[in-house]
């Protein structure tokens, strides 16, 4: 059974930093493309940034230049480091593993950016 478990989320000032973490088990991370995902409240659901089992990266233009996508597939280990962090970027963020036809996601955690 696959899981992809999040973990990290919480509230933080603007201009902070968060580094959200996944775990997955019942896959083999090396063979997926992994991503982070969010939603904010009545807005549909977005990528954020997700690297390639090739090693390619993509991140999204809000958050480029403060957030960075790692993984690390000898543990199966994804991660997201975000740093000065805004208002807007208050979502429940999640974690994705993608191969054809599979598509897994985690439960979710919530980022809350606010003074």
């Known amino acids: 059974q696959v899981q992809l478990v999040e973990s990290g989320g919480g509230l933080v000032q603007p201009g902070g930093s968060l580094r959200l973490s996944c775990a997955a088990s019942g896959v083999i991370f090396g063979f997926y493309t992994v991503g982070w995902y969010r939603q904010a409240p009545g807005k549909q659901r977005e990528l954020v940034a997700v690297?390639?089992?090739?090693?390619?990266?993509d991140v999204a233009d809000s958050v480029k230049g403060r957030f960075t996508i790692s993984r690390d597939n000898n543990n199966n280990m994804v991660y997201l480091q975000m740093n000065n962090l805004k208002p807007e970027d208050t979502a429940v963020y999640y974690c994705?593993?993608?191969?054809?036809?599979?598509?897994?996601w985690g439960q979710g955690t919530q980022v809350t950016v606010s003074s």
């Open positions: 690297s390639s089992r090739g090693g390619n990266i």
């Open positions: 994705n593993a993608q191969r054809t036809p599979y598509d897994y």
